[in-house]
T-cell receptor, first 113, second 115 residues
Framework: GDSVTQMEGPVTLSEEAFLTINCTYT??????LFWYVQYPGEGLQLLLK?????DKGSNKGFEATYRKETTSFHLEKGSVQVSDSAVYFC????????????FGPGTRLSVLP | GAVVSQHPSRVICKSGTSVKIECRSL??????MFWYRQFPKQSLMLMAT?????????EQGVEKDKFLINHASLTLSTLTVTSAHPEDSSFYIC???????????FGQGTRLTVV
């Protein structure tokens, strides 16, 4: 079946450091790819998505590019802030909008001032 | 984005009792709701999909008699964990989507502890 693998956390960075969280997937067909973020005590929020190969999703300084050749969707941000501390989930869905997802295990990010 | 409210956020119950978790869409009509479960340090796993007014569709390996899902209205779905046991302790999270294959929005999750 479909699956998503992402780097194990926790990841601890200093403020203004560069962030990369790796995500790779296996899927039949051509899924849409998503990054969700979960801040402490809150639900999952859509951070960005890409629906086809070579698409780049971006939001709040975060970016990820749908790489079909490497089946990857790595999350990057050039300069993290303390407020970015959260758990990040990579996910895929057969639906462009995203409904029933296959999630990765999540990566906890802590950004220190 | 749209708001999905899940209640309670935390619950502790005794082994053998049942516990109900509510998932409400506050500002849109949710024709489809999804229930996920997350074990510690593991991924969220889809348990079941429910469409308003219909029986839920359960994923393979999920006991439908243990995890009762009701989606009787366009704004409310409930998950009842029956005869709970300590191994049912987990994080449960719902998501809700409107018509026409629209984006699904997530609740904040419920931490269930069975003692």
């Amino acid at each position: 079946g479909d699956s998503v693998t992402q780097m194990e956390g926790p990841v601890t960075l200093s403020e203004e450091a560069f962030l990369t969280i790796n995500c790779t997937y296996t899927a039949t067909g051509y899924p849409s790819l998503f990054w969700y973020v979960q801040y402490p005590g809150e639900g999952l929020q859509l951070l960005l998505k890409a629906t086809k190969a070579d698409d780049k999703g971006s939001n709040k300084g975060f970016e990820a590019t749908y790489r079909k050749e490497t089946t990857s969707f790595h999350l990057e941000k050039g300069s993290v802030q303390v407020s970015d501390s959260a758990v990040y989930f990579c996910a895929l869905s057969a639906s462009n909008y995203g409904q029933n997802f296959v999630f990765g295990p999540g990566t906890r990010l802590s950004v220190l001032p | 984005g749209a708001v999905v409210s899940q209640h309670p956020s935390r619950v502790i119950c005794k082994s053998g009792t049942s516990v109900k978790i509510e998932c409400r869409s506050l500002d849109f009509q949710a024709t489809t709701m999804f229930w996920y479960r997350q074990f510690p340090k593991q991924s969220l796993m889809l348990m079941a999909t429910s469409n308003e007014g219909s029986k839920a569709t359960y994923e393979q390996g999920v006991e439908k008699d243990k995890f009762l899902i009701n989606h009787a209205s366009l704004t409310l779905s409930t998950l009842t964990v029956t005869s709970a046991h300590p191994e049912d302790s987990s994080f449960y999270i719902c998501s809700a989507a409107g018509q026409w294959n629209t984006e699904a929005f997530f609740g904040q999750g419920t931490r269930l502890t069975v003692v």
